[in-house]
């Protein structure tokens, strides 16, 4: 069974930085796309950054020149490096990742969620 674990949330002040980290683990061809989504209190779940398996990033508008969202493909591990917290990214952000379980198919997986707190 595949599984995506994440760590690395927590408390910070606006200013601040924060390396959240994604690995996925269990029986699996590969990995396409890897990414994060966060979903802020009381709003949708929305996209920050993916990166697919080619290396090519995709960022909101928001977080564009303070995120940053790499992968290791060795340790099939997604990182997403935040700078210049606000308190705006305030939220519970989850992983996800494309994975191909079966040969010719790929299914979406979510991590559990890691909350990140900016605040003073």
């Known amino acids: 069974q595949v599984q995506l674990v994440e760590s690395g949330g927590g408390l910070v002040q606006p200013g601040g930085s924060l390396r959240l980290s994604c690995a996925a683990s269990?029986?699996?061809?590969?990995?396409?796309?890897m990414g994060w989504y966060r979903q802020p209190p009381g709003k949708q779940r929305e996209l920050v950054a993916t990166?697919?398996?080619?290396?090519?990033?995709n960022y909101a508008d928001s977080v564009k020149g303070r995120f940053t969202v790499s992968r290791d493909n060795a340790k099939n591990t997604v990182y997403l490096q935040m700078n210049s917290l606000k308190p705006e990214d305030t939220a519970v952000y989850y992983c996800?990742?494309?994975?191909?379980?079966?040969?010719?198919?790929?299914?979406?997986?979510w991590g559990q969620g890691t909350q990140v707190t900016v605040s003073s």
């Open positions: 269990g029986r699996f061809f590969g990995i396409n796309a």
């Open positions: 990166i697919v398996n080619g290396g090519t990033r």
């Open positions: 996800n990742a494309a994975i191909s379980v079966l040969a010719g198919s790929l299914f979406n997986y």
